[in-house]
C-alpha cells in the first residue's frame, strides 16, 4: 500500500473524479467518472476500494462543516440551523434588493471552513501505475488521481 497526503478539498475532487458528477437540479451526467470507465476488474476492484476511503474521509469532513454551521448559524423556528451570506437587506417596492450587508458571521464560517478544507490527510491507497491506465481512453482529465499514480522516470 501507498500513503499519499492530500489536502481536504482534495478529497473532494478525488470523489467526482472517481464516481463522476450528476447536476442535482436535471439529473445530467457531467462527467462519467473514471471507475465507470472501461479498465480491467483489478484495477476497478481497487479504484473502488479508494473511492469508499475518499467517500469516509469526505463524510467526517461534512461532519465538521455542520459542526462550523451549528458554531456559526442561527436556528429558524423549525430548529433548522443556518448562516445568512447577507443581512440587513433592503429592497423596494417591486422586492429588488436595493442594499445588503455581508454577514460577518458567514465570513467567519467561510474561512473557518476554507482552513479546514487546506489540511492535509494521509491517504493509503493501492499503489497505481501509469501502465495500468494505458488503454483507458477518456475525456476526463483526473488532475487529483494522477497524483496518486506512480510514473516512470
Known sequence: MQKTSLKLYEFYNLEAELNGVVNTQTGEVTSKGLIAEKIKMAKKYWLNDLSKKVLIEKQACEELKKELIKKHG???????????????????????????????????????????LNEDRELEHKEFQLEDFENVETEGAYATFLKLVKVPE
Do not use: Y
Not at 417591486?94 to 460577518?104: A, F, I, L, M, Q
Open 74 to 116: 442561527e436556528a429558524d423556528e423549525a430548529g433548522n440551523i443556518s448562516i445568512a451570506m447577507h443581512i440587513n437587506i433592503v429592497t423596494d417596492e417591486e422586492g429588488k434588493t436595493v442594499s445588503r450587508d455581508v454577514n460577518p458571521k458567514f465570513v467567519e464560517f467561510q474561512n473557518e471552513f476554507n482552513a479546514l
